[in-house]
């Protein structure tokens, strides 16, 4: 499918058209409800226990999917203010790395030392730790099939905040092209199939910077997961990428092996914050990190690039 073409752009007008609910559709484009800044040229999806056929397909083929309105908008300011309290605790505290994953702090627009990205924040709280609780996330285990599939809440960086803002003393703007399979390499493991799991707290449009992910690139070999770009210090813009429209409350799946980034905002301030979380879903070893845990260079690599 190609999701850049004009055709494809129609295709997905006439999915949508449709206006089925039984197919666990989401009619999230509808010109109706005013919402056409969040519509996008791929179908979205409604997240159950089970996945369709259908949504199955549309993974296999993409690498990617997108389900709208996973957590309600009541429940995104819930996490958020839960996210603030634990971020005043961890800055008050002096903490560096949480497992051995390094915390990047930054500043926000009010000159206030802010986290900018957490780690295993499912560890600090109940709230996190609960979200991942949901059995709707045990449906996407059949995105990869294998019989040991688990939500990594005490593997790789746990449950994952990112906090971007563009302004001259944040730190955290953007992130650069690179595929998130790439650590099982740099921890001297075989690439394992892994998900991740995005769980999106802002309204993030295209036109203001944000996900970039390359449709298809999953399934391309261990030649294109190694080198299509240069890891985390490539921000160019491919001529195949696909920015993704998606709403506080969303929830979208990519496959370890695709190939994505972080734009950064054409604005600076309040208009460019954006804030998501990500969990891992992963297969194969166990392998745990716990606080006598040691950075890997590819957490150093995330941390020192992508100001
Ligand atoms: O912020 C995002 O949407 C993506 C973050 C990401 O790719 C990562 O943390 O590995
Ligand atoms: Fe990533």
Redesign the pocket.
């Known amino acids: 499918m190609d999701l850049n073409g004009t055709e494809a752009h129609h295709h997905t007008e006439a999915v949508n058209g449709k206006h089925h609910s039984s197919n666990g559709h989401h009619n999230g484009n509808s010109h109706s409800n005013g919402k056409d800044q969040f519509k996008n040229a791929y179908p979205v999806f409604q997240l159950n226990e089970k996945l369709s056929e259908e949504q199955k397909k549309f993974f296999d083929e993409n690498g990617f999917i997108h389900f709208k309105g996973f957590i309600s908008k009541e429940k995104v300011s819930e996490l958020l203010k839960e996210a603030e309290m634990i971020q005043n605790e961890w800055v008050s505290k002096g903490y560096k790395m949480i497992n051995g994953v390094p915390i990047k702090y930054g500043t926000d627009v009010d000159g206030k030392k802010i986290v900018q ?1 957490f780690a295993f924040l499912n560890k600090h709280s109940e709230k996190f730790a609960n979200l991942l609780k949901d059995a709707r996330l045990k449906g996407l285990f059949d995105l990869i099939g294998a019989a040991d599939c688990r939500i990594g809440e005490t593997e790789k ?1 746990g449950l ?1 905040f ?1 906090h ?1 803002i563009n302004t001259e003393e944040s730190n955290y703007s953007q ?1 650069g092209w ?1 595929t ?1 399979a790439l650590r099982d390499i740099f921890q001297g493991q075989k690439v394992m199939p892994m998900l ?1 799991v ?1 769980i ?1 707290l802002d309204n ?1 449009t295209t036109d203001n910077g ?2 970039r992910i390359i449709p298809g690139t999953h399934n391309k070999g261990i030649g294109t997961m190694l080198f299509k770009k240069v890891y985390f210090i490539s921000h160019k813009p491919d001529k195949k990428e696909l920015g ?1 429209n998606v709403e506080a409350g969303d929830l ?1 799946v ?1 496959d370890g092996r695709l190939w ?3 734009a950064r905002s054409p604005f600076t301030g309040e208009k460019s914050r ?1 804030r ?1 979380m ?1 969990v891992p879903i992963v297969t194969g070893k166990f392998i745990p990190r716990d606080e006598n845990s040691k950075p890997l260079l590819y957490q150093r690599l ?1 941390s020192i690039t992508n100001k």
């Open positions: 990205r960086d994952v990112n971007y992130l690179h998130d991740n995005g999106h993030s944000g996900l993704l979208t990519h994505h980034r972080v954006r998501v990500y995330i």
